[in-house]
């Protein structure tokens, strides 16, 4: 598939073409494995001032489960690890660079930011991403990660969904997707039915192998 995107700014006109062939955004959350919407494709969000992209479900992880017996252990398992059950990760959806952590509003005047949900990761690509960039909003990136240069390979875990129970936002995450500076509509290689992931079951049998 080929895309020609225009990008204005004054009197300049600027066309890029692009090629996905073969290309696909890789699962962004652990519990959605086809990248399902929650409303249209590449929308507005003002929440994120009103940035054009993508919302993406992210629902808490309910735990599976055949056999008591296997559920205890398995909890007494979740229950010795660091990370909190029930906040599903985030996978980096290109190849690239984390470049870290990005805030989208301030106090006006404060230059200060605050909020739970005014959190989200910042990915520069690389390979056969280079010139992408990729923003996940209402996503946290892991801190043990290092930032800047240090290549991450798609479909890394690199974070975590906000968990901000006194703002009552969905449980989604939200991508914005730019090809050298430019916001750029990728809709067909984000949810593509070519676009193959891992099974929901086995990314939560991944969690206990830790």
């Known amino acids: 598939m080929a895309l020609v995107l225009d990008g204005s700014c004054g009197s300049i006109t600027t066309k890029i073409s692009i090629?996905?062939?073969?290309?696909?955004?890789?699962?962004?959350?652990?519990?959605?494995?086809?990248?399902?919407?929650?409303?249209?494709?590449?929308?507005?969000?003002?929440?994120?001032?009103?940035?054009?992209?993508?919302?993406?479900?992210?629902?808490d992880i309910i735990q599976q489960n055949d056999e008591e017996n296997s559920f205890e252990e398995k909890k007494e398992e979740e229950n010795n690890l660091e990370e909190q059950w029930g906040t599903p990760r985030i996978y980096s959806p290109i190849e690239g660079e984390l470049v870290g952590r990005i805030r989208v509003n301030s106090e006006p005047g404060a230059q200060a930011y605050t909020g739970c949900t005014n959190e989200g990761i910042f990915i520069v690509g690389a390979g056969k991403w280079n010139d992408y960039e990729v923003r996940i909003y209402n996503a946290r990136f892991l801190e043990s990660l290092p930032l800047?240069?240090?290549?991450?390979?798609?479909?890394?875990?690199?974070?975590?969904?906000?968990?901000?129970?006194?703002d009552n936002i969905s449980p989604t995450v939200f991508i914005e997707v730019r090809f050298q500076g430019v916001l750029l509509d990728i809709s067909d290689a984000i949810s593509a039915k070519s676009c193959k992931h891992k099974s929901l079951r086995n990314l939560i049998e991944q969690r206990f192998k830790y």
């Open 148 to 166: 800047g240069r240090q290549n991450i390979e798609q479909g890394q875990h690199i974070g975590y969904r906000l968990e901000c129970p006194n």
């Open 19 to 59: 090629s996905f062939k073969g290309m696909c955004i890789n699962q962004v959350c652990e519990t959605n494995r086809v990248n399902a919407l929650e409303g249209p494709p590449f929308k507005f969000d003002s929440r994120f001032n009103g940035v054009r992209g993508w919302e993406i479900k992210c629902s």
